[in-house]
């Protein structure tokens, strides 16, 4: 479901940023430090994740081949 909701905002043009306050909240993205945030490397990956499983991956997955 984040996954999903990820590449939603992503292909509604919002900052990786906005996404992570969408899925974690307000709080977690007004931190200082976001740069080197954990959640921040989540939300990247995430995104990167949707995108594969999207571009035919969910069907390496089905077939139990690893996505790379």
Known sequence: MLMLRALNG??????Y???A???F???ITTQ???K???IRGKTIRLVKDAV???NLGYLRLLRG????
């Open 10 to 15: 992503k292909r509604s043009n919002a900052t």
């Open 17 to 19: 940023r906005e996404i």
């Open 21 to 23: 306050a969408a899925l």
């Open 25 to 27: 909240g307000l709080q």
């Open 32 to 34: 200082t430090g976001w």
């Open 36 to 38: 080197t945030h954990p």
């Open 52 to 54: 594969s499983m999207t």
């Open 65 to 68: 081949r690893p996505l790379k």
